[in-house]
T-cell receptor
Framework: ETGVTQSPTHLIKTRGQQVTLRCSSQSGHNTVSWYQQALGQGPQFIFQ???????GRGNFPPRFSGLQFPNYSSELNVNALELDDSALYLCASSLASAPYEQYFGPGTRLTVT | EDKVVQSPLSLVVHEGDTVTLNCSYE??????LLWYKQEKKAPTFLFMLTSSGIEKKSGRLSSILDKKELFSILNITATQTGDSAIYLCAVEGVGANSKLTFGKGITLSVRP
């Protein structure tokens, strides 16, 4: 167990809806990264937050957005859900001084029907 | 664009066998290569490699990096059923805001 928690664990949404996923980082970690892992694929980087600001983004459209709060917890919001958004969404926390040591949460399984 | 290719994509062995998992990569301004084990959901960290030729070892697992040929291997000796998992390789580039680029993973099944 890494100390990174995510909620909910599983979610079913309909195409066109919006969803918010939450992540609490490991104690003391000030950087949160979000990844999308489709079935049979490795995780793909969505974006990273450091000190409440976006600090890098992967190849995802603007309908994927995020927030980081003063306590370093984070949210991932996805608008106008599409069927291809069905995936496991992972967050990982790290220290800015050791960014390569990313500790992953258990993920949220999102199913879009 | 950074790229990671893992092989084979899946592998079935029997307990006690030794396995070698491969990872080749292309990355701008390489900083590190990492191996993770993913059993159910959360990938768990195994190794971080930054220098060529220096073997990292943890119990029955070991890994080495070749920065000239741009690949890494993960070895598991005396495999056990508990080693059954997806093994992910990821690379990090300098200046990439610690973004990790992952391969598709290798599914290892260890039969009793």
């Amino acid at each position: 167990e890494t100390g990174v928690t995510q909620s909910p664990t599983h979610l079913i949404k309909t195409r066109g809806q919006q969803v918010t996923l939450r992540c609490s980082s490991q104690s003391g970690h000030n950087t949160v990264s979000w990844y999308q892992q489709a079935l049979g694929q490795g995780p793909q980087f969505i974006f990273q937050y450091y000190r409440e600001e976006e600090n890098g983004r992967g190849n995802f459209p603007p309908r994927f957005s995020g927030l980081q709060f003063p306590n370093y917890s984070s949210e991932l919001n996805v608008n106008a859900l599409e069927l291809d958004d069905s995936a496991l969404y992972l967050c990982a926390s790290s220290l800015a001084s050791a960014p390569y040591e990313q500790y992953f949460g258990p993920g949220t399984r999102l199913t879009v029907t | 664009e950074d790229k990671v290719v893992q092989s084979p994509l899946s592998l079935v062995v029997h307990e006690g066998d030794t396995v070698t998992l491969n990872c080749s990569y292309e990355v701008t301004n390489f900083r590190s290569l990492l191996w993770y084990k993913q059993e159910k959901k959360a990938p768990t960290f195994l190794f971080m490699l930054t220098s060529s030729g220096i073997e990292k070892k943890s119990g029955r697992l070991s890994s080495i990096l070749d920065k000239k040929e741009l690949f890494s291997i993960l070895n598991i000796t005396a495999t056990q059923t508990g080693d059954s998992a997806i093994y992910l390789c990821a690379v990090e580039g300098v200046g990439a805001n610690s973004k990790l680029t992952f391969g598709k993973g290798i599914t290892l099944s260890v039969r009793p």
